[in-house]
């Protein structure tokens, strides 16, 4: 190589990277919601719910419901041939009771026992609030239901009983109802509708109504004081009156959007990664604006005291300061010729594990702490750290060009 002039250049790797399992503040690689404890459990879960009053996670698959205290194990609850059911937690007397309703049956939990019943209407996706379920019409799902002042049974139509309407059908199907502060959520394909159920039925009037872009099914969820909804032009907030795209630069290469959840300030949504080649689990923090993705090819999800990814037969809690990866971008990407990655400096509290791939070689450095002397060629590198609550303040890469 000698008459060739050797050009050095510092790549400053938390800068464009990809964070499973922490997120970049203020220039630094912090740990956050990651793959924690995982059991076994039902496979292709479609539906994951928490109940509060037995303390359980819920979940369905294409053919069984399931239930499980956490980290406990999934038993079967009842083989229902039928769609999805959904789970409304009520009171019956002094009782706090549930009842997960599929078509034309429903599953009633009551102490210790369950009991499968046939029932005379056909509901699904829905609500309790203010003494009614708030449901889709299973016949017709532009249509929006309620039940009748008596209770959860009460389908009798009547001006104070069971009753229904429709609302801005030009906008769609309706796909979700959300409880939002004092009102019914009504999420369509292309818009979301806000109704007053207050009073007697005919008090409920819709109260606000916007347009949307396409909505997918399951992933709109209530975080705080909004409404977050993914769509086919990406993430979007409803704060009651006017909605907002929330621009994250991370989520370009996020598609094919399945499970939304909210757990405290976070909102997740399942969906794929086209950098990844698989699925994950997008986590984004709106208080500040930071999002990251954790390595979870979820089905569905449910908050109880953790939050739960459900991935093939596993049920994954996920936590915070648990093992974590920071993928940087491709380093070198300005030549096609061979450089040399002469060194790498991490500044971290723990040690960590740096991988760096080339073209065609990758090579494991264990326990780095410090600056690593990698010496390595290629056309270009990525660089992956493994760490376990380890904030990582500084990481560089030093590479050599001719």
């Known amino acids: 190589m000698s008459g060739h002039k050797v050009n050095s250049i510092k790549y400053n790797l938390i800068d464009g990277g990809l964070p499973l399992g922490c997120k970049v503040k203020n220039g630094k690689v912090i740990p956050a919601f990651s793959i924690g404890e995982t059991v076994s459990g039902p496979k292709n879960v479609r539906y994951a719910t928490f109940v509060h009053y037995s303390n359980k996670l819920y979940v369905m698959n294409p053919y069984s419901l399931f239930s499980a205290v956490e980290g406990g194990n999934y038993n079967i609850v ?33 102490d210790a026992a369950v009991i499968l019943r046939k029932v005379p209407y056909k509901i699904c996706g829905g609500v309790y609030k203010n003494g009614r379920v708030f449901a889709i019409d299973g016949t017709d799902s532009y249509r929006l239901c309620w039940s009748g002042e008596k209770g959860i049974d009460d389908w009798e139509e009547k001006i104070d009983g069971a009753g229904w309407l429709y609302t801005d059908t030009e906008l769609g199907e309706i796909i979700n109802l959300l409880v939002y502060k004092d009102y019914i959520a009504v999420i369509k394909k292309q818009g979301i509708s806000l109704l007053s159920a207050f009073g007697t039925p005919e008090e409920f009037k819709v109260v606000s109504t916007v347009v949307t872009p396409t909505i997918y099914q399951n992933c709109s969820v209530v975080c705080e004081d909004k409404i977050y909804f993914y ?39 399942a969906g794929k990664h086209e950098k990844l080649y698989r699925g994950a689990i997008l986590a984004y923090e709106p208080q500040e604006n930071i999002s ?53 400096y991490v500044d971290c509290e723990n040690e960590v594990d740096i991988t760096v791939q080339t073209e065609n070689r990758k090579k494991v450095f264990k326990n780095v702490k410090g600056k690593l002397s990698a010496n390595m060629r290629g056309i270009f590198f990525k660089v992956f750290v493994t760490g376990t609550d380890a904030e990582i303040k500084q990481l560089t890469a030093t590479v050599e060009y001719y």
Not at 94 to 108: G, N, P, R, W
């Open 292 to 344: 990251y993705f954790i390595d979870v090819a979820a089905t569905a999800m449910a908050s109880a005291s953790y939050p739960y990814a459900y991935a093939g037969s596993s049920a994954v809690r996920l936590e915070k300061g648990k093992t974590f990866t920071y993928r940087s971008d491709r380093i070198a990407y300005f030549s096609r010729r061979q450089k040399s990655l002469k060194s790498i």
């Open 78 to 110: 009842v083989t229902e041939d039928a769609k999805l059911p959904f789970v409304i937690e009520y009171r019956e007397g002094t009782k706090q009771v549930a009842k997960a309703i599929f078509d034309e049956s429903a599953v009633l939990f009551r």
């Open 231 to 269: 769509t086919a032009d990406g993430l979007y907030t409803f704060n009651g009156s006017v909605i907002k795209k929330v621009e994250i630069e991370l989520a370009k290469n996020f598609t094919s959007i399945v499970y939304a959840m909210a757990y405290g300030s976070t909102v997740f949504f």
